[in-house]
């Protein structure tokens, strides 16, 4: 059975850090793109950054360049999702997703295949 559970998430200032971890369960980690979405109420669902776990070849929305490092250890089966100066813009329910087939260009798209449960990331100005 695919798992992905998300942690790390909470309340932080503006300008402050949180380290998102993915636990990835049930797949051959390897073969798989990891992304990471947010969805602030009323709004779409928006990748944020994506990761090919065998090459770590990474993509990023532009919204988080620069301040949002996506990395994984495959020895863990674990991506992580590293947000620095953080903003109240940021503030949303924060999903890894898995997907084997998708291009890392295309990696934004919400389209994968194995969702987590979420996790949320509240950030006060």
């Known amino acids: 059975e695919v798992q992905l559970v998300e942690s790390g998430g909470g309340l932080v200032q503006a300008g402050g850090s949180l380290r998102l971890s993915c636990a990835a369960s049930g797949f051959r980690f390897d073969d798989y793109i990891i992304g990471w979405f947010r969805q602030a109420p009323g709004k779409e669902r928006e990748g944020v950054s994506c990761?090919?776990?065998?090459?770590?070849?990474?993509y990023y929305a532009d919204s988080v360049k620069g301040r949002f490092t996506i990395s994984r250890d495959n020895a863990k089966n674990t991506v992580y999702l590293e947000m620095n100066s953080l903003k109240p813009e940021d503030t949303a329910v924060y999903y890894c997703a898995a997907d084997r087939w998708v291009a890392l260009v295309r990696g934004l798209i919400p389209n994968y295949d194995y969702w987590g449960q979420g996790t949320q990331v509240s950030v006060s100005s």
């Open positions: 990761i090919r776990s065998r090459t770590a070849s990474t």
